[in-house]
């Protein structure tokens, strides 16, 4: 057999132990998921309750591993309607404690339950009655038997091979905020459009526009009616420079549209004389102001056989109220 060099990479090695951290860590989810009860559904709901008296926060903290873990499930729960915030159990001890208050609940990350940091955090959530839910493994520990919600997780094996890296154990602990998180979201009923309210910027932000938030407004249109002579029609699409005109009534209910398109279909000596409704397409494709913009551009670009570039906008009642464009979309990066 021939030696693998000191300098070359063992290949397959590397690939198997990844394998079999990963599978560590999945049975380490599995025996988690097993082992959810009543508990947690109790800690759901006093996070529940504590948002819906208006006043309240939740408050994680941990040390170490368990720290850097509880920030995560901070800006996750953040992210989807539960206000929270980080607060290191050091800290704390420093004059952090007076971010705590009686209207918030706090949520405490230890695996082994025993870190002396956590002492004066404990002992105020005793003193002033806050509720105190515990994520640890030792059912027996300091942090599970003086909070009020002890969530226990399985004692697993650590994917280090020396057993002593949180690896395992900080995985099942992030999958149980992601489900706290996740449970509270459905209760709430967090629709797109309120997410998106936490996600402004970034690709998520773009992805939740509305057609209201990048359409040109009524105001700023190109109108016409139905007698309006095509001559004036053109100097209509000229002024406002959209590549069309929206042929409406007088209580600005859209009846036909007149594209860069329908002006080479009708070409001729006689144009300038015909009237709008003679050239215009009739009930163009329209689309709510409260839609996405993701949904614009789908309906303009994916309609089978048919390619448009811009989408009437329109309110519940059927009226005109602006005008959405493809080119809106790309330069908002909508996709």
């Keep these: 057999m021939t030696a693998i060099p000191k300098n070359t990479p063992n290949t397959a090695g590397d690939l198997g132990?990844?394998?079999q951290v990963i599978e560590t860590e999945i049975e380490g989810l599995?025996?988690?998921s097993d082992t959810l009860d009543e508990n947690f559904t109790r800690a759901v709901e006093t996070i529940h309750q504590m948002k819906q008296n208006g006043r309240g926060?939740?408050?994680v903290a941990g040390i170490g591993k368990s720290g850097h873990i509880a920030k995560k499930i901070v800006a996750t729960l953040a992210s989807t309607g539960t206000p929270s915030h980080f607060v290191h159990p050091g800290e704390a001890s420093h004059g952090d404690l007076g971010m705590v208050t009686e209207h918030d609940a706090v949520l405490m990350i230890s695996n082994s339950g025993e870190n002396a940091e956590l002492s004066d955090l404990i002992a105020y959530t005793r003193r002033f009655e806050i509720p105190l839910i515990a994520i640890t493994s030792n059912k027996d520990s300091t942090l599970a038997t003086h909070s009020d919600i002890p969530l226990i997780m399985p004692k697993m094996p650590e994917a280090c091979p020396n057993g002593m890296a949180p690896t395992t154990s900080t995985t099942m602990t992030l999958a149980l905020g992601d489900a706290?998180?996740?449970?509270?979201?459905e209760r709430m009923g967090l629709t797109k459009e309120q997410f998106g309210v936490w996600h402004p910027g970034g690709k998520l932000g773009q992805k939740l526009l509305k057609v209201s938030d990048i359409m040109t407004g009524f105001n700023d249109l190109p109108l016409v009616c139905e007698s309006t002579t095509m001559d004036q029609v053109i100097l209509v699409m000229t002024e406002k420079n959209l590549g069309c005109?929206?042929?409406?009534?007088?209580?600005?209910?859209?009846?036909g549209i007149i594209t860069d398109g329908d002006l080479k279909r009708h070409m001729s000596a006689e144009l300038f004389s015909k009237t709008a409704s003679e050239i215009m397409s009739k009930d163009?494709?329209?689309i709510s102001q409260d839609a996405l913009a993701v949904e614009a551009m789908n309906a303009m670009t994916k309609t089978?056989?048919?390619y448009i570039t811009s989408l009437a906008a329109v309110d519940e009642t059927g009226q005109l109220t602006g005008m959405i464009r493809l080119q809106d979309c790309i330069q908002k990066g909508v996709a």
Aim: charged share 20%; aromatic share 0%.
């Design 17 to 19: 132990s990844a394998r």
């Design 30 to 32: 599995k025996a988690l």
């Design 57 to 59: 926060r939740l408050i």
């Design 180 to 185: 706290i998180a996740v449970v509270l979201l």
């Design 245 to 255: 005109a929206l042929v409406s009534t007088d209580q600005n209910g859209l009846i």
């Design 284 to 286: 163009p494709k329209t």
């Design 304 to 306: 089978p056989g048919k």
